[in-house]
């Protein structure tokens, strides 16, 4: 697995969706005129999602579903933008909740997308306004969800790409490259710069890797739930992945 995330070439292209104004629709017995809207979904994605679903949502690991699906986490600070990029990503308005107040995830919420892969959005880290032990709490249960979840193909770590590499986000990066458990960076709100800032933001962010020891630099994409910028990236991904998944061996599975 490893090395099939080491041969996906960086990328760092925009696809910004086209939004059609339809032909106004007329409505009541008054005329009112709603204007509405064509979202086209991106006809050169590898991957289609057909279906996306709110399956369950969990503070006990135990419960999560069976972990026979390949699966991929959103983590990041609170109020990054993870449940937003999920939305953008399987272009389901609401299915992920959203808040612009921080800690608004605070359960691990699985999503089943075309019956065949799971997506999870898990609590932010680093939430100042709630006590020392919820964080701690809530730290404990990323910790084991993502060391232990043994279908977990790929973890997208998302990071604000308006403000400069945090100690946080860095030391978090640090903890997934130590335990070997295989991620990406997203930086999102990326509509918020122009595209020298897009270049900045990458380049301090490989050269904080490199100063604390990364040989290799891992791959990155720029998103942005407002555009959908990264979409196709994203979907281009995570495409090959699946198709490589082999389901693990699992507590209950019969063996001939
Ligand atoms: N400008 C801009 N705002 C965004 C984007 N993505 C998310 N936001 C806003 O950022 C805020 C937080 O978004 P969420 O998706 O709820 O963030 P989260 O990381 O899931 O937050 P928690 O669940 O609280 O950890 C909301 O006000 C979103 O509208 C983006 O691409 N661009
Ligand atoms: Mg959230």
Not at 93 to 99: I, V
Not at 189 to 200: D, N
Not at 203 to 208: F, G, I, V
């Amino acid at each position: 697995m490893a090395n099939l995330l080491n041969r996906l070439a960086p990328t760092s292209s925009y696809w910004p969706i086209e939004i059609r104004p339809t032909p106004m629709r007329q409505c009541g017995v008054i005329r009112v005129l709603l204007p509405t809207f064509a979202i086209r979904v991106n006809p050169e994605c590898v991957m289609q999602v057909k279906s996306a679903e709110f399956l369950v949502s969990n503070t006990d690991l135990d419960k999560c579903p069976r972990a026979d699906k390949p699966e991929y986490a959103f983590i990041g600070r609170s109020n990054v933008g993870k449940s937003s990029l999920i939305n953008m990503l399987v272009s389901r308005h609401g299915l992920a909740k959203t808040s612009g107040t921080p800690g608004k995830t605070q359960l691990v919420n699985h999503f089943l997308i075309n019956k065949e892969w799971y997506l999870v959005d898990l609590p932010g880290y680093g939430f100042a306004q709630v006590g020392k032990g919820t964080r701690a709490g809530f730290a404990r249960m990323i910790d084991a969800y993502l060391t232990t979840r043994p279908n977990l193909l790929c973890t997208f770590v998302l990071v604000d790409g308006r403000i400069a590499p945090q100690k946080i986000d860095l030391d978090f990066i640090t903890r997934l490259g130590e335990q070997g458990i295989p991620f990406v960076i997203a930086f999102t709100k990326t509509e918020k710069l122009k595209s020298g800032g897009l270049q900045i933001i990458q380049d301090r962010y490989k050269e904080a890797l490199k100063e604390m020891g990364w040989d290799e630099i891992p791959q990155m994409f720029l998103t942005s739930a407002s555009t959908r910028a990264g979409q196709k990236e994203l979907l281009d991904f995570i495409e090959p992945l699946n198709k490589e998944f082999e389901p693990p061996k699992l507590p209950g599975d019969r063996f001939f």
